[in-house]
């Protein structure tokens, strides 16, 4: 018989547009949700122009910051101001944050020294399908 996923090691990921589509509703549904354990994150930020005060009433744990951020972060100003912005922010409102897209050292070097909490990309792994991961095959 198959055990129940405890809840706590559960975690959604939901887009900033489709939270935007009616913030109420999902406001609500994400408390339910977290009333229960299950972790929330927002995926793809910084990419629907959400508005910042929304990410005050949302209970969620994390953010992910999209990868069109991350790709000149070490060359573009204008990049790297948004991403530090993000950390800071997030951090302050007891947030964690992942940054996805790294695909290269430099990148990885300059999210560590900025605080992201978590990196995901290419430069470490690209995705497995779940019966390879699962036997334990080399990915």
Same mark, same amino acid.
């Given at each position: ?19 935007? %589509? ?9 408390? !339910?949700? *977290? ?14 122009? !959400? ?16 990868? !069109? ?7 573009? *100003?204008? !990049? ?33 020294? %900025? ?25």
């Amino acid at each position: 018989m198959v055990q129940p996923l405890p809840p706590e090691l559960l975690e959604l990921e939901v887009t900033e547009g489709v939270l935007l %589509s009616g913030i109420d509703k999902a406001i609500s549904m994400l408390k !339910s949700l *977290r009333d229960l354990g299950v972790q929330v994150a927002i995926d793809d930020f910084g990419t629907g122009f !959400s508005s910042l005060s929304y990410l005050r009433q949302l209970p969620i744990t994390k953010v992910k910051l999209d990868r !069109s951020f991350i790709i000149d972060v070490t060359t573009d *100003r204008g !990049s790297a101001a948004i991403v530090q912005g993000v950390i800071t922010m997030a951090h302050h409102l007891g947030l964690l944050v992942v940054a996805e897209g790294i695909e290269t050292v430099e990148q990885q070097n300059y999210l560590t020294a %900025s605080d992201c909490d978590l990196l995901q990309g290419f430069l470490y792994s690209r995705p497995v399908p779940l019966g390879q991961f699962a036997l334990g095959l080399e990915y």
